[in-house]
T-cell receptor, first 115, second 114 residues
């Protein structure tokens, strides 16, 4: 079946602009996760959703970052007033249910470049 | 704070060799541990998930073991093939309210040459 789908695959934006990244999880997966991967930092947790609620937002780097999930499906990660240090690959993952020992399945990511 | 370390950082082997990748973690209070592979420009592919109560998991030529008390996991790849070339990452899940928050190692870059 279809895997986790992320769009766009690449995004180049000017410093100070807002960007929206989209994630479409695997059908039937109730948990959804956002991670960021950058050189030198490895993979960093940003936020996860169980259904439409976000029990853990502790990884969001600043108040410029926000995420929402509606209808228990698609999620968007929004970065306001982008900075050059926001350049990274943003990865989304989903699993059947958080806390159920179900593996995470990742999308191919969105490569964000802030110029 | 949980820290995950992977050794070696890079490994190059001839085709057909058996190999072991190592992962260590500082806090043994984990819920599960997951091994992933990542191909260049791609996302992560889940290979094996070991629950905290388990000692090992097997899938095809892959075998992952877990020793919680010593904070170690190994990924064993039998009869390596060039298609196994990728970055291998281990990730620890603390569970509870932090379930979604995996802590990743920096990865081992594996090259299998014909």
């Amino acid at each position: 079946g279809a895997g986790v789908s992320q769009s766009p695959s690449n995004k180049v934006t000017e410093k100070g602009k807002d960007v929206e990244l989209r994630c479409d999880p695997i059908s039937g997966h109730t948990a959804l996760y956002w991670y960021r991967q950058s050189l030198g930092q490895g993979l960093e947790f940003l936020i996860y959703f169980q259904g439409n609620s976000a029990p853990d937002k502790s990884g969001l780097p600043s108040d410029r970052f926000s995420a929402e999930r509606t209808g228990g499906s698609v999620s968007t990660l929004t970065i306001q007033r982008t900075q050059q240090e926001d350049s990274a690959v943003y990865l989304c993952a989903s699993s059947l249910k958080a806390g159920a020992n179900s593996p995470l399945h990742f999308g191919n990511g969105t490569r964000l470049t802030v110029t | 704070k949980q820290e995950v370390t992977q050794i070696p950082a890079a490994l190059s082997v001839p085709e057909g060799e058996n190999l072991v990748l190592n992962c260590s973690f500082t806090d043994s209070a984990i819920y599960n541990l997951q091994w992933f592979r990542q191909d260049p420009g791609k996302g992560l592919t889940s290979l094996l998930l070991i629950q905290s109560s388990q000692r090992e998991q097997t899938s095809g030529r892959l075998n992952a073991s877990l020793d919680k008390s010593s904070g170690r996991s190994t990924l064993y790849i039998a009869a390596s093939q060039p298609g196994d070339s990728a970055t291998y990452l281990c990730a620890v899940n603390a569970g509870g309210t932090s379930y979604g928050k995996l802590t990743f190692g920096q990865g081992t870059i594996l090259t299998v040459h014909p």
